[in-house]
């Protein structure tokens, strides 16, 4: 058993937690700030390309979760779980089947948006220059796909063999360049050609060609526990199971997470231009608190994961308790400061005076239930660790109701106004996170073993 593995099984939580956290933390919190820096350069070109991004976002942002979150969390959670297991040859495999996987995730995303995409643009309220700079944007990003999946999974399969500084640093790198590239091409900087909105998507993919390419060298050598052979690509049913019986129940954390952003961009999108605009800001700011959560997060499904495998489920549960309630103190802070002082960041996305004021309204009301957002969502990725999907399911249905009825009968039956959308998206966040810590309490993971 290789060392990493035995510090999972074996070493005190909290600084282990910690330890392996942090790369990953630092790295999506860089990866947030170039996400922020790009609504920042977009501002630049005025309300409706602002507009056209937050019609956008719901579609990237389920890509990214599906990639590296469903799909990503189920790769690191079955790598680790044969690591735990000391089953190095297995682990070897499940990487060829994480990758046809993500080959044909790529595949179905293109086609799916290529036969409803701009339908449900439109759907949401775009029309005219917002909706042709949206789908621009969107084609550019699902034509690209592929570049993104292989870069969710590839990186998921180190985290899975305990490697979390490796892919964080490469993350890191790769943001830098993005920065660069985005002011680049959204406004036409350095000597680049200017391509507004669509810009921001040329320099996503490009930075992740960029870390596929490495991370395949990394995967192709000798340093690594598990490695990227061909003499391991032989695709069973057995091992595609392993992956998608964590993978498919978790995929439905992206899908109604997305599914709530669309219902409430689509609900917004009810008052106008600059309500969107400003609706767009203030989910964008959430990427603060995002990768706090999701370095965290994927820290416990790889540590969760080992300790299943090793039928050590005590332990994964206290790592799953230590780790949940370090995710809401720090998501809390977050939620909080952004709350009590918006007079200090907003004014850098906006001087539209009503955009201004809808981003002020989201995050004064949301922004104190950010501590069940860090709870729930660092607990389904530990969940994924444990294969024990049930629970997280559950509650991100029952999140995705109360969004999108609360909200949709609080301005079509109620006639309330916009505050009641983002007041019934703060009561679904803060069922999510109980939903999930209590499940985990009363022994949701203790009828899982390694398999």
């Known amino acids: 058993m290789d060392n990493r593995t035995q510090e999972f099984l074996n070493n005190p939580i909290m600084p282990l937690l910690i330890r392996m956290s942090a790369p990953n933390t630092v790295a999506f919190f860089i990866q947030s700030i170039v996400v922020l820096t790009e609504v920042w350069f977009i501002s630049k070109l005025g309300t409706n390309s602002l507009a056209a991004v937050a019609l956008a976002f719901p579609l ?43 080959l044909c995730g790529a595949l179905t995303f293109l086609a799916l948006f290529l036969l409803f995409g701009k339908d449900l643009l439109y759907l949401l309220g775009g029309r005219g220059e917002i909706l042709q700079e949206s789908y621009s944007y969107c084609s550019v990003l699902f034509f690209g796909g592929m570049l993104i999946w292989l870069s969710g999974s590839l990186s998921a399969a180190l985290r899975g063999m305990g490697n979390m500084r490796f892919p964080a640093t490469l993350m890191i790198f790769a943001s830098l360049i993005q920065i660069i590239l985005s002011g680049g091409f959204i406004l036409g900087w350095y000597g680049f050609p200017k391509l507004g909105v669509s810009g921001a998507a040329v320099a996503t993919l490009i930075s992740s060609t960029l870390m596929v390419t490495v991370i395949i060298f990394k995967l192709s050598s000798r340093n690594v526990a598990a490695r990227l052979r061909r003499e391991q690509l032989v695709l069973q049913k057995a091992l595609f199971s392993n992956i998608f019986e964590v993978a498919i129940p978790a995929s439905a954390s992206p899908l109604l997470t997305v599914g709530t952003i669309l219902v409430l961009t689509g609900l917004v999108g009810t008052f106008g231009t600059e309500a969107l605009a400003g609706y767009g800001i203030g989910s964008r700011v959430e990427f603060l608190m995002i990768p706090l959560i999701f370095g965290i997060g994927t820290a416990m499904t790889s540590i969760v994961g080992a300790n ?4 050590n489920i005590e332990r994964a549960e206290r790592v799953g308790i230590y780790g949940g309630s370090t995710a809401g103190v720090v998501s809390i802070f977050i939620g909080l400061t952004l709350a009590l002082f918006p007079d200090l960041w907003i004014h850098y996305f906006t001087d539209d005076p009503k955009a201004y004021e809808i981003t002020k309204k989201y995050i004064q009301i949301v922004g104190p239930f950010y501590a069940f957002q860090g709870i729930g969502l660092s607990l389904y990725f530990a969940s994924q660790g444990a294969n024990a999907m049930l629970w997280p399911t559950i509650a991100t249905i029952a999140r995705f109701l109360i969004a999108s009825i609360g909200g949709s009968v609080s301005i079509y039956i109620l006639g309330f106004g916009i505050e009641s959308i983002f007041l019934s998206s703060s009561i679904a966040m803060m069922i999510f996170g109980i939903m999930i810590f209590m499940s985990l309490k009363r022994g949701a993971w203790r009828k899982n073993s390694y398999s």
């Open 308 to 311: 299943i495998g090793a039928n």
């Open 60 to 102: 990237l942002m389920l890509t990214q979760t599906m990639s590296g979150g469903a799909l990503g969390g189920a790769i690191s959670s079955a790598i680790a779980r044969s690591m735990g297991a000391n089953n190095v040859d297995k682990a070897e495999k499940l990487i060829w089947h994480s990758i046809a996987i993500s």
